[in-house]
Structures are given as structure tokens and as C-alpha cells.
């Protein structure tokens, strides 16, 4: 990150100059999903009230994506869009227009695709894996991904490589 090969080269400039990326990129990660409704955070703060006092927790982003896709409360999904496909589904598009035709949910169907962008965890997809059956029991998920992180991968991948344009290893 800083540029030097030992610690004998490091520089005030070069050590800041390494500080001042770092928090750029935590800054542009912390943007990244800026133009959501729901999905802005996985942070979820504490309540430190009278009685009872909970802590402040992480609440990973396919945790919240899964429970809110088999959330029964909620119809259409805010973040969660249904993409139209076919002469079918652009018909009812249309009709939409004309009088109320409800779009399809993803939790309508026994089978569910994730597909991650950027990569997946093995701890990820176990977390999806046994999360789905209590939400809704019999249906499949099936967790794709550009590539399989390991815990090393992810330091990597938010501080040494370029964003704009990644090495996906293809």
C-alpha cells in the first residue's frame, strides 16, 4: 500500500499518503450503495434503554437481501427489482400502466438464483444455505459467484487492487 519495500524506506509522506487511500477507499466503499432505500448499511445500532440494552451488531448485506426477498410483509421488495423478460411479462408491463397487475416476486418460485458479483465466502453461502429453510421452507437457492473469497481475499480486493478496473482472474 505505501510503495516501499521495507520499513526503513517508509517516510512520513509515503505512510500518509497510504492512510489518505485507505480512507479514500473506505469512503467510496461506504458509497457504494448510496442510491438504495434499504441496503444503505450493515451496521445496526445498539439500544441502550432502561431495562434492556442490546449491542451494536453486523448484519451482513445477503442476510438482509435473503430476508428481505421471503419477508411476507412486503410485497414488492424496495431494493429488489423484477426484471421483465418475454412477450408475457412485457404484456403485463404494459397492461400495469392500465389497471393494477402485480409484478412477479422472487420468493413465488421454489427456486431462487443469487448471483454475486465481486465473490462470495464460504461462510456466506453456509449462512444463506441454512438460512433459507426457516424463512421458507422447501424452497432451493442456488449461490453463484464470480469467484470464491478466502478471509485473505477481501483486504486484498478493498485495498490493493483498482476498483475501477479489477483482475477477476480471467
Given at each position: 500500500?505505501?510503495?516501499?519495500?521495507?520499513?526503513?524506506?517508509?517516510?512520513?509522506?509515503?505512510?500518509?499518503?497510504?492512510?489518505?487511500?485507505?480512507?479514500?477507499?473506505?469512503?467510496?466503499?461506504?458509497?457504494?450503495?448510496?442510491?438504495?432505500?434499504?441496503?444503505?448499511?450493515?451496521?445496526?445500532p445498539?439500544?441502550?434503554?432502561?431495562?434492556?440494552?442490546?449491542?451494536?451488531?453486523?448484519?451482513?448485506?445477503l442476510?438482509?437481501?435473503?430476508?428481505?426477498?421471503?419477508?411476507?410483509?412486503?410485497?414488492?421488495?424496495?431494493?429488489?427489482?423484477?426484471?421483465?423478460?418475454?412477450?408475457?411479462?412485457?404484456?403485463?408491463t404494459?397492461f400495469?400502466?392500465?389497471?393494477?397487475?402485480?409484478?412477479?416476486?422472487?420468493?413465488?418460485?421454489?427456486?431462487?438464483?443469487?448471483?454475486?458479483v465481486?465473490?462470495?465466502?464460504?461462510?456466506?453461502?453456509?449462512?444463506?444455505?441454512?438460512?433459507?429453510?426457516?424463512l421458507?421452507?422447501?424452497?432451493?437457492?442456488?449461490?453463484?459467484?464470480?469467484?470464491?473469497?478466502?478471509?485473505?481475499?477481501?483486504?486484498?480486493?478493498?485495498f490493493?487492487?483498482?476498483?475501477?478496473?479489477p483482475?477477476?482472474?480471467?
Amino acid at each position: 500500500v505505501s510503495g516501499c519495500d521495507s520499513s526503513i524506506n517508509l517516510t512520513f509522506h509515503k505512510s500518509r499518503r497510504a492512510v489518505d487511500e485507505l480512507f479514500t477507499s473506505l469512503r467510496d466503499i461506504a458509497g457504494a450503495r448510496n442510491l438504495m432505500k434499504q441496503f444503505k448499511s450493515v451496521y445496526v445500532p445498539g439500544n441502550h434503554t432502561h431495562q434492556a440494552s442490546t449491542y451494536a451488531s453486523y448484519k451482513p448485506l445477503l442476510k438482509q437481501v435473503v430476508e428481505e426477498i421471503f419477508n411476507p410483509e412486503r410485497p414488492d421488495p424496495v431494493d429488489i427489482e423484477h426484471m421483465s423478460s418475454g412477450l408475457t411479462d412485457l404484456l403485463k408491463t404494459g397492461f400495469s400502466m392500465f389497471m393494477k397487475v402485480s409484478r412477479p416476486h422472487p420468493s413465488d418460485h421454489p427456486l431462487l438464483i443469487l448471483f454475486v458479483v465481486g465473490g462470495v465466502t464460504v461462510s456466506e453461502a453456509k449462512m444463506i444455505k441454512d438460512l433459507v429453510p426457516s424463512l421458507k421452507p422447501g424452497t432451493q437457492v442456488i449461490v453463484l459467484s464470480t469467484r470464491l473469497l478466502k478471509p485473505t481475499s477481501i483486504p486484498e480486493l478493498l485495498f490493493t487492487t483498482d476498483r475501477l478496473h479489477p483482475d477477476l482472474g480471467f
